[in-house]
């Protein structure tokens, strides 16, 4: 008995520009087939546009898909034995199998120009019908057809198309799919400058890389029956297609700048998780069953399956990512949220390089500030009362000053009990504070808490007090040298508003 083949996947992104959010999409559902089944996964880059690609986009790409969790067995930076894996680099393949087909009459010589070509294009769309090379050059004998590029005629080679013909494959996600070979055109294979077209590239580098499944969006169906002729006149196997949907807006149009952040490292700018976005991602379009949604990038793979996917278009839906991020800002480490809250408090120029008794400092307020909001961007307009505060700019707001004037007695309770009170860094102390200060004035509930919250934090809604005033505290005692701006204590803010209010 002999065992099935190794499953082997590829992600193969044009480096022209940012990673697309549904082409991250189309990388994790390979990468979870991948891994799910034991398979290789690889990473290519077609990098043939030479006009749109730069180096600095592949390396953003592979940034942004490290940054997803995603890694591949065999690509551009990890090596394998069937590369090269960059399309710049494979030119020569490309060639030696243009120069086969030639041989066989499977492809020709064409010497039509640009503007021939547009008016073709052009006389087709007038009669309604599908635009289609013409076959004009089809004709020309090989030998006219060499000696003509021999004297530096300009030509393109391009596929001789079989007519009559249904060109039939089964999508592993939509069924059976049927082209007639008739409207398909004689595409081209080689540029008149040696550069391949990508029908033709991606179907010779699948082929030499033995790849055994190709998930792509559903944009590409068009250009499978061209490759599935391809592989016929080689006598390749071709591989399984399945065309997933494709990501669309919340109108129902495809995702686009008008909808927003549309790419990975917006998202990851704005401070979603790696793991939150993953997580959301592979949900659109398919769903991991058993009535699980949030789950490890690990499980996602042990459960993805192919037939799972659904034919229906993900829209998608910033509000459930902002949902699932949530979720994944409670359960992530406060170290580590310290650390990836840094560049938005250097943003707001609260905190330039913190020492490590900031960082930990961070760990300790970051922490309850980030179960309150969607994305780690928003985390300086909850802690603006730790880094940010003023009492004259709080009593400005009518409605502050008027529940402070109202409150004067709890407000100068408080400064005189925190002027002899030691720091309230923990809530047991925060607590006891606040048992003094109501047998001292008389007042419980939100007659207290609310002017306590006012003097020592400026705004009228926040954390929990008795997470917010022992971070005031813990952040006062940090040293001049600590990489954060300094952070007044209780009782000087207590002080500050008292005299404010009686100015």
């Not at 520009?17 to 891994?35: C, M, S």
């Not at 459960?303 to 992530?332: C, I, P």
């Not at 500030?369 to 400005?396: K, T």
Request: a negative charge; proline letters at 7%.
């Amino acid at each position: 008995m002999t065992s099935d083949p190794i499953m082997r996947v590829r992600f193969a992104p044009s480096p022209t520009g940012h990673l697309h959010v549904g082409n991250a999409r189309t990388a994790l559902f390979n990468w979870l087939l991948a891994r799910g089944s034991g398979g290789t996964f690889i990473l290519r880059i077609e990098d043939t546009d030479v006009e749109r690609s730069t180096p600095e986009s592949e390396r953003a790409i592979i940034e942004d898909l490290r940054w997803l969790g995603l890694d591949w067995d065999e690509g551009i930076d990890k090596g394998g034995d069937c590369g090269p894996y960059r399309q710049s680099e494979r030119q020569h393949i490309y060639r030696a199998h243009a120069v086969e087909l030639l041989s066989r009459a499977q492809a020709y010589r064409c010497f039509c120009l640009p503007e021939q070509l547009e008016m073709d294009r052009y006389a087709a769309l007038r009669q309604g019908q599908p635009p289609k090379y013409v076959g004009r050059c089809r004709a020309i004998p090989e030998a006219e057809a060499r000696a003509r590029a021999e004297r530096g005629e300009p030509a393109v080679i391009r596929f001789r198309v079989p007519e009559n013909r249904d060109v039939v494959f089964n999508d592993l996600v939509r069924g059976e799919v049927r082209f007639s070979s008739d409207v398909i055109g004689d595409p081209v294979l080689l540029r008149s400058d040696g550069t391949p077209a990508y029908n033709y590239a991606v179907v010779i580098d699948d082929a030499l890389m033995g790849i055994t499944h190709v998930i792509r969006g559903e944009d590409h169906i068009s250009n499978t029956p061209r490759q599935l002729l391809l592989y016929e006149a080689f006598g390749w196997p071709p591989p399984a297609f399945a065309h997933v949907s494709l990501v669309l807006g919340p109108d129902h149009g495809v995702l686009s700048k008008r909808h927003g952040a549309t790419s990975v490292a917006e998202f990851r700018a704005r401070g979603y998780l790696p793991e939150a976005l993953a997580n959301y991602l592979a949900l659109l379009g398919w769903s991991p069953g058993e009535g699980d949604e949030l789950l490890p990038i690990a499980e996602l793979a042990r459960r993805f399956r192919l037939e799972d996917v659904g034919r229906s278009a993900g829209v998608f839906d910033v509000e459930k990512l902002a949902w699932v991020n949530r979720h994944y800002l409670k359960l992530a480490a406060p170290d580590r949220l310290a650390r990836l809250a840094v560049l938005y408090l250097q943003h707001a120029a609260w905190v330039s390089e913190p020492s490590d008794a900031a960082l930990a400092f961070l760990a300790r307020v970051v922490a309850p500030a980030a179960g309150s909001v969607d994305r780690l961007d928003q985390l300086p307009g909850r802690l603006h009362f730790l880094f940010d505060y003023s009492a004259p700019r709080a009593l400005a707001n009518d409605a502050v000053r008027g529940e402070a004037e109202s409150a004067r007695a709890v407000i100068s309770a408080l400064a005189d009990e925190l002027a002899s009170s030691p720091p309230l860094v923990d809530r047991e102390t925060f607590r006891a504070m606040v048992a003094r200060l109501r047998e001292r004035t008389g007042q419980k509930g939100k007659p207290l808490l609310h002017p306590i919250r006012l003097a020592l934090t400026g705004e009228p809604e926040g954390l929990e007090l008795d997470a917010a005033v022992p971070a005031i505290e813990l952040g006062a005692q940090l040293g001049a040298d600590a990489g954060i701006r300094r952070i007044p204590s209780a009782a000087e803010r207590a002080a500050a508003f008292r005299a404010a209010l009686g100015a």
